[in-house]
């Protein structure tokens, strides 16, 4: 008789929330940095892309990634749906600025948290940090909202500073640690860098590999510094289990 699988036996989808609220600190990077680990790692997963105009994973990895605007509770069920449909597959939504309150809204009428507790799916938040004041407020926001529901990662993106003193005095820090929250580092990579990258829509996979003319156009070291960059950007990744 064929084995059924049950939430004991079966593998856990995983959902990945990258967001931080603000505009500018680096949602977006930190989607693209998951993307590239999952591909590399082999890890089956699914990206939703909730900006309307930039949206990194539509506009990097689109074999991966469909649009999912805030505003439809259908294009949001996808998320869910895409969790529970296939055991172990993850699942990355980047975020866009100003989405939480209608995020928010639809995990409440829907009964996110529920369903996931249930069918066993794993729901991550990745709250995408630079060192202003605004970042720490987001974070007691979030951590007010969610409580222990959720598993928190706080990503500190020194590409939008390296002084992350403001968290480390506001007490957010180590309540979040408190609820179980890891710590992942993006470090600074050269302004050059991201932007050769960017201007070629280029996957990181490509940035790092590629040096035909049609590639990003970065230089022997350009590209050395890349792959330690991205080395020590998926070695914080892989501390997470994501």
Request: aromatic residues 6%.
């Given at each position: 008789m064929e084995n059924v699988p049950t939430l004991e036996t079966a593998a856990v989808s995983k959902i990945h929330l990258i967001g931080g609220e603000k505009g500018g600190v680096g949602k977006s990077m930190v989607a693209r940095l998951l993307a590239q680990y999952f591909i590399d790692q082999k890890m089956p997963f699914v990206g939703f892309d909730t900006d309307r105009s930039h949206g990194a994973l539509m506009r990097f990895y689109a074999d991966f990634a469909s649009p999912a605007l805030v505003d439809s509770y259908e294009a949001l069920d996808n998320i869910m749906?895409?969790?529970?449909?296939?055991?172990?597959?993850?699942?990355?939504?980047?975020?866009?600025?100003?989405?939480?309150?209608?995020?928010?809204?639809?995990?409440?009428?829907?009964?996110?948290?529920?369903?996931?507790?249930?069918?066993?799916?794993?729901?991550?938040?990745?709250?995408?940090?630079?060192?202003?004041?605004?970042?720490?407020?987001?974070?007691?926001?979030?951590?007010?909202?969610?409580?222990?529901?959720?598993?928190?990662?706080?990503?500190?993106?020194?590409?939008?500073?390296?002084?992350?003193?403001?968290?480390?005095?506001?007490?957010?820090?180590?309540?979040?640690?408190?609820?179980?929250?890891?710590?992942?580092?993006?470090?600074?990579?050269?302004d050059a860098v991201v932007q050769k990258i960017d201007a070629r829509n280029a996957s990181f996979w490509s940035a790092r590999n590629n040096t035909a003319i049609d590639g990003p156009g970065l230089g022997l070291m350009e590209r050395q510094r890349l792959k330690l960059w991205l080395a020590h950007a998926f070695d914080e990744i892989a501390a997470v289990d994501p």
């Open positions: 749906e895409a969790a529970v449909e296939e055991p172990g597959r993850r699942v990355l939504v980047d975020l866009a600025a100003q989405t939480h309150e209608p995020l928010v809204k639809w995990m409440d009428e829907s009964g996110v948290l529920d369903m996931a507790d249930l069918s066993g799916i794993g729901l991550y938040h990745w709250h995408v940090m630079d060192s202003g004041r605004d970042s720490v407020d987001l974070l007691q926001r979030l951590l007010d909202r969610f409580g222990q529901r959720v598993h928190y990662v706080l990503v500190k993106n020194e590409l939008r500073g390296d002084d992350f003193g403001q968290l480390e005095r506001s007490g957010q820090l180590e309540r979040a640690l408190g609820l179980g929250a890891q710590i992942v580092e993006v470090k600074r990579l050269h």
